[in-house]
């Protein structure tokens, strides 16, 4: 089995600042580090560090060849990332000595994705595989129906949230993943509660409390606890989080167990600082103890 994960793909440029810049102000930065980001890129990484084969479909412009050879690196498999004019997804964070933060996003090559690509790639794809989207590229609804008409199990992860991208993919899902403030403003927005969604499987992360299953065919919840760490930055635990609990599952594990170990990897990785570079491997994951 394998993941096919429609997914972005971001340069983060982190700039050290003496203070945030003011409108109209100039300010050179003390330091500037450049890391592989965006959740479509986390997400691929983390499912391959969880064992799994992963198929990034993607783009990324000229100036992008760096992170792409560094998926690469990873073991992510880049065939079905294209090339583009556009520049690369970006986002440009300027960072405080007090950790106060400025950003800017650039979306860039992540809203390049053509249908062409989208239907090749999964033309290589095996019922029973599994697809995954989060609202960072363009091609969402697209590749969740096609990934329902091809016998794929479609998961979508809610994030950055937004109701008119969930809403339009909800009819193809078979999983859905969303933290408790996406959670609730899916609410708002449909009126419904997740086990009325007509999705087959919802997981809620619920930040330190852990992480919430809803069967949206009987009901049934079933909870996870968080592990107790003591965190330094939680950026990238919910796209480790999701890479795992997919990979899990596309392991053949029980949900139960796929959950049991995200929430593990996820505790680990906010204990660290960075986001894709840093994910942990499934290994140090096992061998952990809390
Ligand atoms: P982010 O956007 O920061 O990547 P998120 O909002 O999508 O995260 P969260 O619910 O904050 O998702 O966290 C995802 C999972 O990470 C949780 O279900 C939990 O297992 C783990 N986690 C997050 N914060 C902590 C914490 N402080 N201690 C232990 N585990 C945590």
Known sequence: MAIWNLGSI????????PHLPAAGETLAARHLDRFLGGKGANMSVAAVRAGSQVHHIGAAGPDGAWAVERLKRYGVGIRDINEVDTPTGHAII???????????????????LTWD???QALSRAS???????????????????????????VCYAAAPFNADAVQAVLPFLDF???????????????????DELGVKDVIITLGA?????????????????ALPVTPVDTTGAGDTFTGYVLSGLDRGLPLAEAMSLATKAAALMVTRHGT??????????????F
């Open 94 to 112: 300027a960072v405080e000595p007090k950790g106060e933060n400025q950003i800017i996003l650039f979306p860039g090559a992540n809203r390049a």
């Open 176 to 194: 859905l993943i969303l933290n408790e403030v996406e959670a609730g403003q899916l609410k708002e927005a449909s009126g419904k509660s997740p």
């Open 209 to 225: 409390k852990g992480a919430r299953h809803i069967n949206g065919e009987t009901g049934v919840i079933l909870d996870v606890s």
């Open 10 to 17: 971001n340069a983060d440029m982190v700039y050290t600042m």
């Open 276 to 289: 894709a570079d840093v994910i942990p491997e499934l290994k140090e994951v096992q061998a952990a103890c």
């Open 127 to 153: 019922a029973g595989d599994i697809l995954v989207m989060q609202n960072e590229t363009n091609m969402q609804a697209e590749a969740a129906c096609a990934g329902r008409d091809r016998g794929l199990r």
């Open 117 to 119: 690509q989208l239907d």
